[in-house]
């Protein structure tokens, strides 16, 4: 039997990759979500009490069993960065990042041998993608927990709020480039990725945007959307992006050597480099170290 701990499972390609996942045989499911059921536990990212809270229940329910797959899908974009958690950190940042940050770190020894990590991303954090939105001007936790206290932040709400969103993303390929220069995890041979799922329109990623902007998003996940598929690649359905994270998750593909980002081009898995920032060892290293600050744990 197959244990995965999963973030995201309950809106979009997270819901169908979920049900995927769910309904083999072979697999049991522990699905976090902030309206819990039979079958979810309660977990609220933006709280950094709930993530321990869940990892605490997700340890009760493992008993002596293990952790296979855990897979951080969970993510939000906001029109601004105005708000903040009851941790006092801003909260697109806060979601994407840090309390997913704090779960991987608790349920790291929970994690079986040759177990997999998986993190979704955004090729939105690489110039490259040309994807429209602000771009990470750096992963500087702190600044990204305190945008009050960054000098160089946007002074248009709007443009402020993609780029907390776009350099979160950012902060999941670098975690998961920390995550691979561990020696710990290499001795037990685990597997982290950092998967970009392309633009997926008509989920609810964009429910706290503005009306036009929801709008267009829902419009353009419907057949309305399909030409635009064609000429972008980067584009693709929820269907398509369920399915890859399935396989991911399932082990049924495998990343070529030295390659962690998985970015699903036009349905299909490819393994191109990250961004410039986002191979970078030292913004890893200091990611990893300054979250580890914020969400009270000691190294």
Same mark, same amino acid.
């Given at each position: ?8 499972? #309950? ?5 169908? %990759? ?5 309904? #083999? ?7 976090? +979500?902030?309206? /819990? ?8 990212? %933006?709280?950094? +009490?709930?993530? !321990? ?17 855990? &897979?951080?899908?969970?993510?939000? &974009? ?10 006092? =950190? ?14 991987? $770190? ?20 690489? /110039? ?16 990204? %927990? ?18 907390? =969103? ?28 950092? =998967? ?9 990623? %964009? ?21 635009? !598929? ?26 070529? /050597?030295? $390659?962690? =980002? ?5 349905? +299909?898995?490819?393994?191109?480099? /990250?961004?410039?920032?986002? $191979? *970078? ?11 580890? *600050? ?6």
């Amino acid at each position: 039997m197959t244990t995965i701990v999963m973030t995201g499972g #309950s809106s979009g390609f997270g819901a169908l %990759a979920a049900q995927r996942l769910a309904h #083999s045989s072979d697999i049991r499911l522990i699905a976090g +979500e902030r309206s /819990p059921s039979a079958d979810a536990v309660g977990l609220d990212l %933006a709280s950094l +009490e709930s993530v !321990r809270v869940f990892a605490a229940a997700v340890r009760e329910l493992l008993g002596e069993s293990t952790i296979d797959v855990l &897979i951080l899908n969970a993510g939000t &974009i906001l029109p601004d960065i105005a708000g903040r958690t009851a941790d006092g =950190y801003e909260t697109c940042f806060a979601v994407n990042h840090l309390g997913h940050y704090l779960l991987l $770190r608790l349920l790291l020894p929970s994690l079986a041998e040759h177990g997999r990590i998986l993190l979704t991303t955004s090729g939105t954090h690489d /110039p490259a993608t040309g994807a429209g939105l602000a771009l990470p001007r750096h992963a500087d936790a702190e600044l990204l %927990a305190h945008p009050d206290r960054d000098p160089g932040r946007a002074p248009k709400a709007r443009t402020a709020g993609q780029h907390a =969103y776009t350099a979160s993303k950012l902060c999941a390929v670098l975690t998961v480039r920390a995550l691979n220069a561990n020696p710990d995890i290499r001795s037990r041979h685990l597997i982290a990725l950092a =998967y970009d799922p392309g633009q997926v329109f008509g989920t609810g990623l %964009a429910r706290d945007l503005a009306l036009p902007l929801r709008i267009a998003w829902s419009v353009l996940g419907t057949p309305v959307g399909a030409p635009l !598929r064609r000429f972008n690649r980067n584009l693709n359905t929820p269907a398509a992006a369920a399915n890859a994270l399935a396989e991911l998750a399932r082990g049924t593909v495998t990343p070529p /050597p030295g $390659r962690s =980002y998985a970015a699903l081009r036009r349905g +299909e898995i490819t393994w191109p480099d /990250p961004s410039e920032m986002a $191979r *970078r060892d030292d913004l890893a290293a200091a990611l990893w170290d300054d979250s580890a *600050r914020l969400v009270g744990l000691a190294d």
